[in-house]
C-alpha cells in the first residue's frame, strides 16, 4: 500500500499571528478561541514551531465573520513586519531582482506554510506572480488569497522600499458586495483591482520583474539558503519516506544527480534500507528522480529565462538533445512549447 504524508499540513506561526493580531485590532478576544483548539500562544514566539492548518482555518472560520470586517484578510496584512514571512522574507530582501526574489519564494515557500502555491504565470507580454489558495472553502479562501496578495505588496513598498507598483491586481472571487469595501482595496493597493478572473495575483510587466532590490546582498542571500535548505529537511521529518527524498532531490540536483547511496546518507540509512522502505510506498528512487527532473524542467521552462542547454546542464543531462528526447517522453511534447 503507497504510504501517504502524515501531520505535515501546516503553517508557521507567523502565518497566524498577523490574524490574531487584527483580530484584537477588532476588539476580539482570542484567547477562548486558540484555548480551545489547543494553541499555546507562548510556543507561538517560537518560529520553528508549526501550526496545523486545520486549526489555522478553525480559527479563521470563527474570528471573520465575529470581525464585521468584510475586508479582513486584507486588512491583517497591515500588520506584516520583516519577519513576516519567516527566513523567506529575508531571503526575498537580500535578492537582486524582483525575478530572483519570486524564484526563491518558489523554491522555499513551504517553510512559511502548505496553504497555497506560488506561480509566475506568462501572459503575452504581462506576467501574472500568482498564488493559489489549497483551500477551497469559499470564506477562507477569499481572506487567506487577500491576506497573501496584501502582504507581498506591502512587503516589497515597506520593506524593501519598491515604489513601482503592478498593473492590476486579480482575484478569482466576487467583489465584495458591502459598497465602502472597495475603497480599502484601492487604499491597499493603489491601482486597479479586478475580480472573478481566471487567477489570483499581482499582474506586473516583464521589465518589473528585473526591478533591483536595494538590499541585495549575494553573500548573506547564500547563508540564508543553506539555512532555508537546513529547514525544508527539518520540515520533511515529518512526511513519507517519497517525499522527503524528492526533496533533497531539489536541493542537491544541480548539474550533476545525487546518487541513491548519498541520498540515503543523507537520511540516515543504507541504499539498500532506502530501497526496501521506498518500495512499501510503492516507489523507486529512479520514479522520484524523474518526477523531480521533470518538476524542474517545467519551472525552468515556465518561470525562468534560462536556455535548453542551462536547463539541461541543471538537471545532470550531459547534452541539450537528452533533456529534449527525456522531456518529450515525459509531457509528450518538446521543451520548446512549455516556454
Given at each position: 500500500m503507497q504510504?501517504?504524508?502524515v501531520n505535515h499540513n501546516h503553517s508557521s506561526p507567523q502565518s497566524l499571528k498577523r490574524y490574531i493580531k487584527h483580530a484584537q485590532s477588532c476588539d476580539l478576544d482570542c484567547t477562548p478561541i486558540l484555548a480551545k483548539l489547543g494553541i499555546d500562544v507562548a510556543q507561538l514566539s517560537d518560529d520553528s514551531n508549526r501550526i496545523t492548518n486545520d486549526k489555522l482555518h478553525d480559527f479563521l472560520t470563527q474570528v471573520i465573520p465575529a470581525s464585521g470586517d468584510p475586508c479582513f484578510g486584507l486588512n491583517a496584512a497591515r500588520h506584516i513586519q520583516a519577519n513576516t514571512f519567516d527566513i523567506l522574507g529575508f531571503i526575498a530582501l537580500n535578492c537582486a531582482s524582483l525575478k530572483e526574489a519570486m524564484e526563491q519564494v518558489i523554491l522555499y515557500e513551504q517553510i512559511n506554510g502548505e496553504s497555497g502555491r506560488t506561480e509566475m504565470l506568462e501572459l503575452g507580454q504581462y506576467v501574472l506572480v500568482s498564488w493559489q489558495c489549497h483551500n477551497h472553502v469559499e470564506i477562507l479562501r477569499r481572506h487567506m488569497t487577500e491576506n497573501v496578495l496584501a502582504s507581498w505588496f506591502g512587503y516589497a513598498k515597506d520593506i524593501i522600499h519598491l515604489d513601482d507598483r503592478p498593473l492590476k491586481i486579480w482575484f478569482e472571487h466576487d467583489a465584495p458586495p458591502e459598497k465602502n469595501a472597495l475603497d480599502i482595496y484601492q487604499q491597499v493597493f493603489a491601482c486597479e483591482v479586478a475580480f472573478n478572473q481566471q487567477a489570483s495575483g499581482l499582474?506586473?510587466?516583464r521589465e518589473q520583474l528585473e526591478t533591483p532590490?536595494?538590499?541585495a546582498n549575494a553573500d548573506i542571500l547564500q547563508a540564508l539558503q543553506q539555512q532555508a535548505s537546513h529547514k525544508l529537511l527539518e520540515i520533511d521529518l515529518h512526511r513519507s519516506l517519497a517525499t522527503q527524498v524528492k526533496n533533497r532531490l531539489r536541493i542537491m540536483l544541480n548539474q550533476s544527480i545525487p546518487s541513491r547511496e548519498l541520498i540515503a546518507e543523507q537520511?540516515?540509512?543504507s541504499s539498500r534500507t532506502l530501497q526496501r522502505q521506498l518500495n512499501t510506498e510503492e516507489k523507486s528512487y529512479k520514479d522520484l528522480l524523474q518526477e523531480?527532473?521533470?518538476?524542474?524542467?517545467?519551472?525552468?521552462l515556465k518561470s525562468t529565462d534560462l536556455n535548453l542547454a542551462d536547463i539541461a546542464k541543471?538537471?545532470?543531462f550531459s547534452e541539450v538533445r537528452s533533456f529534449?528526447?527525456?522531456?518529450k517522453a515525459w509531457t509528450g511534447r518538446p521543451p520548446g512549447q512549455d516556454r
Open positions: 504510504q501517504t504524508d499582474l506586473i510587466t532590490f536595494p538590499q537520511l540516515g540509512m523531480v527532473r521533470e518538476e524542474l524542467a517545467r519551472h525552468y541543471r538537471l545532470g529534449q528526447r527525456s522531456y
